[in-house]
């Protein structure tokens, strides 16, 4: 999958540069479809009693696939066992400049829980690098500005009375552990249990959707166009450009990927920055034929 991947990016860079495109990359996980299964890893070597198994449910609340015959599920038959501690893992492959910009990079998917509320409960994390590093997507802090949730955070303890819809956007993660294109990235689902049999369902998922992107790029990416200082920036960020040029544009970005800043018609040399709060931004400055994105920190 991965060489089909980069093969896909090298057909798109072959595009002329002065021609507006798209990249994109996204497909959804259904447990029909075998050909995106290739993505899923259940750990049995580690783990010989991970009970995640693929297939229909046939549970006393779990009988239904979101969409049928197959979901992902906590053993398709038996209730989910005491002192269980069992995870699956998806990995991809960081494709289409989602996380480089940041843009947009979606990790959706529907899921159905019946445990013993907040003893029994389920996880979903998020490595940047092939498993270095994990972070909780729904409880974590540190990150949590950098993390865009479209639905409810999904509870993954009690009952979920069905199916419900997740949805997040995690690009702002992308500038922060400097996630590339062509780079590993893992989703982790665990689900964990106690001493107390309870002999409920457990928890199961469907229909993952995974998005990758960034659209509507004109200009060649020059990262010797300008220069920025001082980083860190208290009151000024400045400017310093490679060349002169009639037409400038400035634009900052937050982690999370908002605009803070755009100005079209920019003609100055530095960026004010005192209304700015602590923490890290980027810069994108372009001109007639080319565009440059720094990454600058802001602390008072």
Do not use: C
Not at 101 to 130: A, K, M
């Amino acid at each position: 999958m991965k060489k089909f991947l980069l093969t896909i990016l090298v057909i798109l860079f072959s595009i002329p540069t002065f021609a507006q495109w798209q990249l994109y990359d996204s497909y959804d996980l259904t447990f029909e479809d075998t050909f995106f299964l290739n993505h899923l890893i259940i750990d049995t070597v580690a783990n010989h009693n991970n009970i995640w198994q693929v297939g229909a449910p046939q549970k006393p609340l779990f009988f239904s696939a979101f969409t049928a015959p197959n979901a992902i599920v906590t053993d398709t038959f038996n209730s989910y066992p005491v002192n269980d501690t069992s995870s699956f893992t998806i990995l991809n492959i960081a494709f289409g400049m989602g996380f480089v910009w940041p843009h947009t990079v979606i990790l959706s998917g529907e899921y159905n829980v019946n445990s013993d509320t907040l003893t029994d409960y389920g996880i979903i994390e998020f490595s940047p690098d092939n498993g270095t590093t994990w972070i909780d997507l729904i409880n974590d802090t540190t990150y949590a500005l950098n993390m865009m949730w479209n639905t409810p955070k999904p509870t993954l303890s009690g009952n979920s009375n069905g199916w419900n819809l997740f949805y997040v956007n995690i690009a702002g993660l992308g500038p922060i552990f400097n996630i590339q294109d062509g780079d590993t990235v893992l989703y982790r689902f665990t689900f964990i249990s106690d001493s107390i049999q309870t002999n409920k369902d457990g928890l199961m998922f469907d229909n993952f959707h995974f998005e990758d992107y960034i659209e509507d790029i004109p200009e060649i990416q020059n990262d010797n166009l300008i220069s920025v200082f001082p980083n860190p920036a208290d009151e000024f960020l400045f400017i310093q450009k490679a060349n002169s040029s009639d037409q400038q544009i400035v634009q900052l970005f937050d982690y999370a990927g908002q605009t803070i800043y755009d100005n079209q018609n920019y003609n100055g040399k530095s960026i004010d920055t005192r209304k700015l709060i602590n923490g890290i931004y980027l810069l994108k400055y372009s001109d007639t034929k080319s565009f440059s994105v720094k990454q600058f920190v802001v602390q008072h």
